[in-house]
């Protein structure tokens, strides 16, 4: 009698493609949370898991019992708690940039960064919103409609004190100021500093829920900062907001 040995398939292209489109959206996943709280629910939910495993193993019938009514309900419980997060992935996969091309943002980085340094040596207060994969529609709609050519002399203008459209948020994209007057979320991270005003926190809402970059100047100390990911960088100098704002991607 003979034994035969099974003979493993070859691998097909449908397989390595299969791999490779598994891997780049958990990297991508792997992006979008890193750094925020969504990583640590993530990681609460692997301890879980483990417990769950160990429980069986360990012959824990009341633990595991718990620990399996709750796994039961996994995806209702993963839908709640990430909501926001699964509302901006499906953003992203429609964003403009896989659809057609836009200007590069550091066709304005001079500009820009000459007008935060102006209006922060004379305290003047200014939100700044640059646009990047994500579209900003609902926000542009929000405010005045300029459709502008970025400089200088306009931002300084559009901040002044007096002027109509000094209130709100300024929103660029590429070379092109979009709207003034524009209304921006607030963050709602309880772990943000109740010393930050509403400009800051404004920042820092707006990059929770997009991957807009923001420039915030203070009217109270003349402090530059740039919120990006949620996370707010303060007391930069101008030509750290130049060079970071030429880092950013075309």
């Known amino acids: 009698m003979h034994n035969y040995i099974p003979l493993i ?11 490779l489109i598994v891997t780049y ?8 949370i890193r750094g925020t709280r969504t990583m640590q629910m993530v990681v609460g939910m692997v301890m879980v898991g483990v417990a769950f495993v160990a429980s069986q193993v360990l012959g824990l019938f009341t633990l595991n019992w718990l620990l399996n009514s709750f796994l ?33 943002t550091a066709a304005a980085s001079d500009e820009i960064a000459t007008a935060a340094a102006w209006l922060a040596a004379r305290r003047i207060g ?41 209130d709100g948020a300024v929103i660029i994209d590429g070379a092109q100021i979009l709207a003034a007057s524009c209304l921006l979320p607030l963050s709602t991270n309880p772990n943000v500093s109740l010393s930050l005003g509403t400009r800051h926190r404004a920042a820092i809402g707006m990059t929770e829920d997009t991957d807009a970059v923001v420039l915030v100047v203070s009217e109270e100390d003349g402090t530059i900062s740039i919120a990006r990911g949620g996370v707010l960088r303060r007391g930069l100098e101008a030509a750290e907001v130049l060079a970071t704002l030429r880092r950013l991607p075309a």
């Open 9 to 19: 398939p070859p691998p097909r292209w449908q397989d390595l493609l299969d791999v």
């Open 25 to 32: 959206v958990i990297y991508r996943i792997a992006i979008l």
């Open 72 to 104: 039961s309900s996994l995806f209702v419980i993963l839908v709640v708690i990430f909501q926001a997060d699964i509302r901006r992935a499906l953003t992203r996969v429609g964003a403009r940039s896989f659809l057609s091309p836009r200007a590069a």
């Open 126 to 166: 200014a939100l700044i919103v640059i646009e990047q994969d994500d579209g900003l529609g609902d926000f542009v709609e929000s405010g005045r409609i300029l459709d502008a050519k970025v400089s200088p002399e306009l931002l300084e203008t559009i901040f002044m004190r007096g002027s109509p459209l000094h």
